[in-house]
C-alpha cells in the first residue's frame, strides 16, 4: 500500500486491470486550461487537462498505455527516464512510427525500478511541449525501500512556461527564451492550490521541469532534504539539508521535510521574474523619473493611461488599471495582510495542527502571533 500521489490543480489516471496488465487510455487533444482566475489558455494536453494526469502504477507492474491522437498533426509519447524495450522509447522516427491523427498507438512495457518520470512528445517536441504536452509518472515500490521512506503528503507538479500575448489565449511555439508565464501544472498563481499538510507530516514534493531553463526552488520556514532525482533514490550519504533546490532542465527533484512549523509558508522559484505573470516583463525601468502632471497630460490622448513605476512595481499589485480580456495581472492574490504581490511560480505550504485526520482540505489563513 502508498499514500497515492496528489497532483497539484489535477488528478491521477484511471486505470483497470486485463489479464494481469494495467491499462491506461491517454487522449492527446486540444484543452483549454484557465490559468487563473479570469484567465484561460488554448493549450494541446491530454485527457481534457494540460499537463496530463498523473500515471500511478507499483514496480514490476506490467503497464498497457493506449495512445489516441486527437490533435492535428502526428505525435508520440516517450517515457522519459523509465527503463523499457528500445521500441517503445517513444522518439517518433528512431523508435516507432509517428501516431497520424486519428490513430491509436499501444506502449506495452514493465515499470522496472520506482522513482519518478515525465512523459512528453517525442515528435515535433518544440511545438508540442510548447502548447503544454507533458505529464507525471510515479512507480510505487513494490516492498519497503531503504532509501524510500513512507510519508503522509505525496505532492507532484510539474513546471513549465508559455508565451501568451496578453489579450491571446494561444501560446508562441516559437519562443526559445523569452516567456512571459511561468507555471506549475499549466497554473499561474494564485490560480496554484495551495499544499495542506498537518502539522509534522512527513511531506514529499516531486518537482520536474520541462521548461527552457533551470529554476531554484525555495521553501520558507523548514529545511528538506533532496531524497531522489530522475535516476531513482539518493544515497543517504549524499543528503544534506537545503532551503533552495535548482531543477535543471529536462530534470526531476524529489524533496522531502517534516513540517513542524506551523503556519502559511511561501514555497516558489527565485528567479524573480519567475513569479510575475505576463504584464510584468518589459516593463521599463521608472525610478525615480517626475511623472506629475504626465499622465494628465497624456490621459487628454489615452484616457486609461497610467504613470508605472516611478517608486518600484510594489503599487502595481494595487492600480486597477483596465487589462486586455482574458489576461493576468502582473502581481496579484490576497493574503491576510493584503496584496500578496506575486505571480507565475509561487504556492503556501499550510502546515496546521488542527487538521482532522483524512481532511485535507484549505484552512484559510493562519492567525500569526502579532508582531
Avoid at 333 to 356: A, Y
Wanted: aromatic share 8%; net charge negative.
Amino acid at each position: 500500500p502508498y499514500n497515492p500521489i496528489v497532483t497539484l490543480n489535477g488528478w491521477t489516471l484511471p486505470w483497470r486491470m486485463n489479464g494481469g496488465v494495467k491499462e491506461f487510455h491517454l487522449v492527446a487533444e486540444p484543452v483549454v486550461r484557465e490559468m487563473s482566475p479570469g484567465f484561460k489558455a488554448h493549450l494541446w494536453g491530454y485527457n481534457g487537462q494540460s499537463p496530463g494526469p498523473t500515471i500511478e502504477v507499483v514496480e514490476g507492474d506490467r503497464v498497457r498505455v493506449f495512445v489516441t491522437n486527437k490533435l492535428p498533426e502526428h505525435t508520440s509519447i516517450h517515457w522519459h527516464g523509465q527503463r523499457l524495450p528500445n521500441g517503445m522509447d517513444g522518439v517518433a522516427g528512431l523508435n516507432q512510427k509517428a501516431i497520424e491523427p486519428g490513430k491509436t498507438y499501444v506502449y506495452e512495457f514493465v515499470a522496472r525500478r520506482p522513482g519518478t518520470f515525465m512523459y512528453h512528445p517525442h515528435a515535433d517536441e518544440m511545438t508540442q511541449m510548447a502548447m503544454g504536452m507533458m505529464g507525471f509518472w510515479v512507480t510505487h515500490p513494490k516492498a519497503e525501500h531503504p532509501l524510500i521512506e513512507k510519508v503522509d503528503r505525496d505532492f507532484v507538479f510539474l513546471l513549465n512556461a508559455y508565451d501568451v500575448e496578453p489579450g491571446s489565449a494561444t501560446p508562441k511555439i516559437m519562443t526559445m527564451l523569452d516567456f512571459n508565464l511561468w507555471s506549475w501544472n499549466s497554473r499561474i498563481f494564485p490560480g496554484i492550490d495551495s499544499l495542506n499538510v498537518r502539522l509534522n507530516d512527513k511531506v514529499r514534493i516531486r518537482i520536474g521541469n520541462l521548461t527552457m531553463t533551470n529554476h531554484p526552488m525555495h521553501l520558507h520556514g523548514h529545511e528538506f532534504l533532496v531524497t531522489g532525482t530522475d535516476g531513482g533514490p539518493t544515497p543517504k550519504s549524499s543528503r544534506q539539508y537545503e532551503v533552495t533546490a535548482d531543477v535543471a532542465v529536462g530534470q526531476m527533484r524529489q524533496i522531502e521535510f517534516l513540517a513542524d512549523e506551523e503556519g502559511d509558508w511561501a514555497f516558489h522559484c527565485h528567479k524573480s521574474h519567475h513569479t510575475m505573470n505576463a504584464m510584468g516583463h518589459e516593463v521599463d525601468t521608472l525610478i525615480g523619473v517626475d511623472h506629475r502632471g504626465l499622465a494628465a497630460r497624456i490621459n487628454k490622448v489615452i484616457p486609461d493611461y497610467m504613470a508605472m513605476g516611478e517608486r518600484g512595481m510594489a503599487d502595481m499589485a494595487e492600480m486597477e488599471m483596465p487589462l486586455p480580456e482574458n489576461t493576468a495581472p502582473m502581481m496579484s492574490g490576497q493574503g491576510p495582510h493584503g496584496s500578496l504581490e506575486m505571480g507565475g511560480m509561487f504556492s503556501v505550504i499550510k502546515v496546521r495542527k488542527d487538521q482532522k485526520p483524512g481532511d485535507y482540505s484549505d484552512p484559510g489563513w493562519y492567525a500569526a502571533p502579532a508582531g
